[in-house]
């Protein structure tokens, strides 16, 4: 199974970080990857960091093809310009999308302190719940970037999955769950070549081993 995520669709809005603005793509290339994975039931979708282009572009192009995707938001831009409000995640999970947590100020989640942790994992979580008057069970790590501390904390709380960008395969039932994140060069014909890329018994294996080694550091 191949997870994809999407960040910004468009161009990205003045303020944008350059390190986020690195993962928007063209309008364009968005449609073309939907109409390309369509067809695809081992493929996942998501989104991460919760900019407004998630209701604009994302749910609409979702909707006229018939999939549906997970939105991981980051609580604490809920409001900002450029983000998502708070009726607009109740909008995502009205539309029978799903809705997971990206923390509250998407600062990597290795490393950190006790209060800073909790605030990450837990308090932003409760943000998600009382809008969406429902558990949030589902994280996704900011800029993929995840340690053995920071699972095992996830787990703590009781996640029920967790996503990564690993650009690997993920396995259906798997509590962690890599992902191909796409940036602003990548294609359609990237996608496809990582459709291919889930074909490969031995790519298959080492993508496994891979992300098995990293969830021990």
Request: hydrophobic share 40%; glycine share 8%.
């Amino acid at each position: 199974m191949i997870n994809l995520c999407f960040h910004g669709i468009g161009t990205p809005p003045v303020g944008v970080p350059a390190e986020e603005a690195s993962y928007w793509i063209g309008v364009g290339t968005f449609r073309r990857v939907l109409d390309l994975v369509a067809d695809h039931p081992d493929v996942r979708i998501s989104f991460d960091d919760g900019n407004s282009s998630d209701v604009a572009v994302a749910l609409p192009d979702l909707q006229e093809r018939g999939l549906v995707a997970e939105f991981f938001v980051i609580a604490g831009r809920l409001e900002d310009p450029g983000s998502l409000s708070a009726d607009d995640v109740r909008r995502l999970r009205l539309a029978g999308m799903g809705v997971g947590s990206h923390g509250m100020h998407h600062r990597v989640w290795r490393r950190l302190g006790p209060t800073e942790q909790h605030e990450e994992l837990a308090v932003a979580r409760r943000r998600l719940e009382e809008i969406l008057d429902e558990p949030v069970r589902t994280a996704a790590c900011p800029l993929g970037r995840y340690d053995r501390a920071t699972l095992a904390a996830l787990r703590r709380l009781r996640y029920t999955r967790v996503y990564t960008s690993d650009r690997a395969l993920a396995r259906p039932g798997a509590w962690r769950q890599a992902r191909f994140s796409l940036r602003a060069h990548d294609t359609a014909d990237d996608v496809a070549g990582w459709l291919r890329h889930g074909d490969r018994r031995a790519t298959r294996f080492a993508d496994s081993a891979r992300t098995f080694i990293k969830g021990l550091r």
